[in-house]
Nanobody
Framework: QVQLVESGGGLVQAGGSLRLSCAASGGTFSNYAMGWFRQTPGKEREFVACITWSGGSTYYADSVKGRFTISRDNTENTVYLQMNSLKPDDTAVYYC?????????????????????WGQGTQVTVSS
């Protein structure tokens, strides 16, 4: 059983930056591909970014491409989401997730149903 704990959310002005972290425990972190999703009230959980188990490949939603960067440190059992040039539309609860899917094709990891474990979420609020 893998436990995921997100941190790093908060309130930031438009144009600012935040870095989210997701610490994993209870499993062999390098066995899992990781993803970030976000959700606002009344809407479905939305894919943001993912990274393969090795960290060799990443994939982003069009809405964040060029502004967000996902990375992982398998020695620290942590995945990160660096968010730059934030916009009010980025306001959401951000969740990290882990999947046992072993693939080097990250585009296959964009649906929430692919993921086996989820964190509790961290709130990101971007003011205009």
């Amino acid at each position: 059983q893998v436990q995921l704990v997100e941190s790093g959310g908060g309130l930031v002005q438009a144009g600012g930056s935040l870095r989210l972290s997701c610490a994993a425990s209870g499993g062999t972190f390098s066995n899992y591909a990781m993803g970030w999703f976000r959700q606002t009230p009344g809407k479905e959980r939305e894919f943001v970014a993912c990274i393969t188990w090795s960290g060799g490949s990443t994939y982003y939603a069009d809405s964040v491409k060029g502004r967000f960067t996902i990375s992982r440190d398998n020695t620290e059992n942590t995945v990160y989401l660096q968010m730059n040039s934030l916009k009010p539309d980025d306001t959401a609860v951000y969740y990290c997730a882990a999947t046992r899917t072993r693939t080097n094709i990250p585009v296959t990891l964009t649906t929430a149903t692919k993921y086996d474990y989820w964190g509790q979420g961290t709130q990101v609020t971007v003011s205009s």
